[in-house]
C-alpha cells in the first residue's frame, strides 16, 4: 500500500501507532519495485497540488512533499513539531541533482558517490536553489539524499525535481514509523566543515567513517 492524499490534507501509512482518517486521506496500491505509471502520476499529482504524502523509502517511511510549497512544508514541521535547528531533506534522483542544490567539494562529491544511491542522508552547504525556509537558519544547511528505491525513482523522474522528505516518525515515538519491523532511518553525515561527522547511525553502513 502506498499512502497519500488529494489536497491539503495528509496521508499516513496504516499503522496501529495512527489513526487513518478516510475522510481526508487515501491510499494508494502500488507495487514497490515495478511501480505503476498511473499510480506514479497520481501520486505526483498529490505532490504538485501542495498534498503531502507519506511514501516507503529504501530506509524508513517518509512525509513528501513539493520543495516550493510553504504550506505544506509548515504543515509537515507541525506535525513533527521541528525546531528552527532542524536539517530538512531534499530526496534527489542523481548526483547531479545533489550538486544544484548543495556546494559539494571534490572530496565530499568522491564520497557521496561511493555511497549513493543508498540510505544515507548528507548535511552540505546549501546554494540560493534552496528555499530559505528549508535551510538550517544559522548553518545555512540542507540534507540530501539519493535513495536505492524504484518506487522513489520513478516518482521523481516523473516529478522533475527533488522531493521535500522528512523522517514519517511523530511527537513520542522512539523509532520512525514503518511497516516491516528492520526498516531503520538513513545514516545522517555532515560534510559541512570540510571534515566528515556521522551525526546518526542508521540503515546505512558508516563503519568506514568512525
Known amino acids: ?99 544544484a542544490y548543495a556546494r559539494v567539494d571534490n572530496w565530499a562529491y568522491r564520497l557521496i558517490k561511493s555511497m549513493t544511491p543508498g540510505p544515507y542522508t548528507f548535511i552540505l552547504p546549501a546554494t540560493r536553489e534552496v528555499p530559505k525556509r528549508l535551510q538550517n537558519p544559522k548553518r545555512r544547511t540542507i540534507g540530501l539524499r539519493v535513495p536505492d528505491h524504484p518506487l522513489v525513482q520513478a516518482m521523481l523522474e516523473s516529478l522533475g525535481e527533488p522531493i521535500m522528505s522528512a523522517t514519517l516518525s511523530l511527537p513520542g515515538d522512539d523509532r520512525p514509523l514503518t511497516d516491516p519491523v528492520e526498516i531503520e532511518p538513513t545514516s545522517v553525515i555532515d560534510m559541512t566543515s570540510g571534515s566528515v561527522e556521522v551525526l546518526r547511525v542508521g540503515r546505512g553502513d558508516v563503519s568506514a567513517l568512525l
Not at 16 to 40: C, E, F, K, S, W
Not at 47 to 57: E, F, L, Q, S, V
Not at 67 to 87: Q, V, Y
Open 1 to 99: 500500500m502506498f499512502p497519500a492524499v488529494p489536497g491539503p490534507g495528509f496521508g499516513l501509512c496504516v499503522s496501529g501507532a495512527l489513526a487513518y482518517n478516510p475522510r481526508v486521506a487515501r491510499l494508494i496500491d502500488i507495487h514497490p519495485t515495478n511501480p505503476q505509471p498511473r499510480g506514479v502520476a497520481s501520486i505526483v499529482q498529490i505532490i504538485r497540488r501542495g498534498g503531502i504524502i507519506a511514501y516507503p523509502t529504501d530506509s524508513s517511511y517518509a512525509f513528501g512533499c513539493s520543495i516550493g510549497n510553504a504550506r505544506a512544508i509548515s504543515m509537515i514541521g507541525r506535525i513533527r513539531r521541528t525546531d528552527k535547528t532542524h536539517n530538512f531533506t531534499l530526496v534527489c534522483s542523481n548526483l547531479s541533482e545533489i550538486s
